[in-house]
């Protein structure tokens, strides 16, 4: 929807003897919305804004869900449908959505462990060409909790044992793995 402005520019030029497509140009529209316009006696009206009469009732506990961090505004609008709201989804999510900003971040926490503890050994499957037939090739990708160095090495089958003596030096025989 175009401005008040250039609804009036429209018009002006208009009556000073400019083309369609020079206008659209000039005002930065498609030929399609000027004729439109030219078609109106006034500006057309602004659309209002969403009315939350049948939602304010029920803004004091939404905000304080909010506050008790429930964000879903789904589980909101089932427990504020149980209390007597008549409203719709729509309105409710209006109203969250710019409190969301508000919401506290999620922060990962990372497990960190002492050296030579703890090993996270994980398969993969592929399938490849390999002088010219398809085989399946595993990879085993081991990671080391500490460092977090990881070593990958393809494999024949998943029956193979984990390769600790690549990782650990021979004194460290008593690892956890």
């Keep these: 929807m175009l401005s008040r402005e250039d ?62 961090n429930v964000w879903n505004s789904e589980v909101i609008f089932a427990e504020i449908k149980a209390m007597g709201y008549t409203g719709g989804r729509s309105m409710l999510r209006y109203y969250i959505q710019p409190k969301r900003k508000m919401r506290p971040s999620k922060r990962t926490v990372r497990f960190e462990t002492q050296l030579g503890y703890q090993l996270q050994h994980d398969w ?22 500490f460092s977090r160095r990881s070593m990958s090495s393809p494999h024949q089958n998943r029956m193979l044992s984990i390769p600790t ?9 008593s690892v956890v793995v």
């Design 124 to 145: 993969g499957e592929v399938e490849v060409e390999v002088a010219g037939q398809r085989c399946k090739v595993n990879f085993a990708v081991n990671t080391l909790g």
């Design 7 to 68: 609804f009036y520019m429209i018009k002006q030029m208009r009556q000073q003897g400019a083309y369609i497509v020079d206008i659209a140009a000039q005002i930065g529209c498609s030929e399609r919305t000027v004729r439109r316009y030219l078609k109106y006696p006034e500006p057309p009206a602004r659309k209002t804004r969403h009315k939350m009469v049948k939602l304010k009732p029920f803004m004091d506990y939404i905000d304080m869900r909010l506050a008790e």
């Design 165 to 173: 003596n690549h990782w650990f030096a021979p004194s460290a025989t």
